[in-house]
Every structure is written in C-alpha cells, then in structure tokens.
C-alpha cells in the first residue's frame, strides 16, 4: 500500500532534525520535510494553508480557532518554548522597573503574537500593567511596513498605533520615539549598541526561573497543526504524528544528555541541563496535554483577556480528540 504523502514545515531544532534526517519516521507517511523561519511559516499558513503538517503560532491559531475559521488542527506537540522575560526591551533612562510602563509607547511588530501575549500576560499578572494600559506601537522589526497576519477584532480599549511610514519599532527604540519592545527577536543591531536600551529585568533568567517556582508555567509558543480535512479522511493520523514528533524529540535529549562530546556548540550545556531539570523535572520539555495543563490554562485566560480569542476556550476545545489521551504498556 502507497504511503501517504504530506508535506511539513516546521523549524529546524535538535527536537525536529530526527524526523528530517530519517532517524524517525511516521507511520503510514512519505513526509516532505521543509526547514522554515517562523515568519514564512506562520504566514503562509494562515494566508494560503500551503503546508499539510505546519508549526504554528499558538496565538494565530487560537485567534482562527475560536472563530471557527482555522484550516488546521492543533496537536499538543509544542516544538517551541520560551520564557518571556528576555523580550521586553526598555529605555533604560526613562524606565527603571516593570511598573514605569504603564501608559507608555510599546512597540510589537504584530499585536496577536504568542511571544507577546505571554510577554502581556506576565506584565498583567506580576506587575498590573493591562493590555489597556499601554498603547501599542505596530511596526516591523528590521523591515518597515509589516502587516498584521490575521484581521483582529479588538475591544475598543486597546489603543494601537501604526508606526510611521517607512519607520521600524528598532529605529524608534533607538531615538526613543517609543519607550519599550517586545518581540520574539531583538530591536537591530543600532538599538542593541545603545546604552540607554536594555532588558527590563536586570536579570531575566532568575526571573523567569522565579517565575516558574511561583506558576509552574512554562510557556508555549508553537504547535503543530494538521489540516482539518487530512485529520477528517485519516483518523489514525494526528496521533500517529504525535507519536514521531515525541519520538524525535527524545532522540534530542539523549543526544543533549550525551557529556562523551557535547552535541551543543556552547559552553556549560551538562550544568544547564542538569539546572533545567532540578527546577522543571526530567521532562521539562514535555508534549501532550496533562502535563500542560497550568501552562495552557494560563495562556487560555490571558488571550482572552487581551482581546484575542472570540470566546474564553477550554482545553478540550483546543486539539484534535484523539491526542488526549495515549496507549500505554
């Protein structure tokens, strides 16, 4: 019997290359792999659906899903992670603690983002600071002119400004047209090099990692998303890519946890992984959905609140009915 064929875009990570290179593979599928940048990934996706199988943006997806609009499904597989706290940028001269934002000019390069509303979120839920309470600042990062992904219907009381035309958030940071920053990727090279900007928190690993001990949230920034009339022909499927994408993503951590010669070009990896896993536990990347269960609900309440999701989504609402629950032996 002909396998299926699909293609999948996903980033390329250690927790992915196993499925790329062969090490890995999924049941029933010939696979076109593709490495992509996030941003070619998740536009194309929202705007023409051009991928089978697609990492997501976990905050694009929701915005489609509670809508009812999305082509995809969303698996609990969460190929990418991050704490937040490194994404917020601020003048320094003028912002000295996360409570001198209120009723400042922060810029994002698009209001819906994952990274940003988790960057939201700790701000409201550590600090005050409402999504209502600040004025957004939309513009690329490197590049002028860069649009929204999704058409937002937003409340009345997030105030949003479209940057100057021509103009980037990182020539505003720069100059100081705006008093802050968050994205997934840092202002350009010129606002780096400025003295007056800098991380909000002096240091945003301790507080993430306090961050953590108080919330037990790590926060996920992608899925993976299957299209919706693929899982409605093939019901084995969205299970069957949960199983491969775990997969791969063990064979990255026994590599990751292989000291003989470390597989990471950077210095004092055996300590961080032994750090990560004191704080986090052994699976402290983990997939599927009772183990994320805080993380989830966090992030549910928070995309809400900012305006974003239609409707305040459950948990089951979210992923395909069969990635719920898994065999055991």
Known sequence: MAKLQLSVAMGDYDRTRA????????????????????E???FRAMRSQDFDVCELSFSSYLVKHSRAESPYIALPVFLSRAFRHTSIYVR?????????????????????????????????????IRAEDVVWVRGGIETPGRPEKIKLQLPADIRIEQAPAGETISA??????????I???????????????????????????????????????????????LARAHPWLPATLVKAFTQSKSVALQM????????????????????????MGQDFWS??????????ETFLDAHYAQGLSASRMRIDQLFHPATYESYSI
């Open 172 to 181: 505003m940071l720069d100059r100081g047209d705006i008093d802050g920053f």
């Open 40 to 42: 070619e990934m998740f």
């Open 92 to 128: 320094k001269d003028r912002v000295a603690r996360p409570q001198d934002l209120k009723g400042r000019r922060i810029g994002v390069p698009e209001y819906q983002l994952t990274a940003i509303v988790w960057a939201r979120a700790l701000l409201q839920s550590e600090f005050g």
């Open 19 to 38: 499925l790329y290179d062969g090490r890995v593979l999924i049941d029933g599928v010939d696979p076109v792999y593709m490495f992509l940048n996030p």
């Open 183 to 229: 994205a997934p990727r840092t202002p350009a090279l010129a606002a780096m090099a400025n003295p007056n900007v800098g991380w909000l928190f002096d240091d945003p690993t301790a507080e993430a990692k306090a961050y953590y001990q108080r919330t037990k949230v790590f926060p996920i920034m992608h899925v993976l998303g299957l299209r919706q009339e």
């Open 256 to 279: 990751l946890s292989d000291t003989s010669a470390t597989k990471v070009t950077l210095p004092f990896v055996e300590e961080q992984l032994k750090s990560a896993r004191e704080l």
């Open 287 to 296: 997939y599927g959905v009772d183990s994320n269960r805080e993380t989830l």
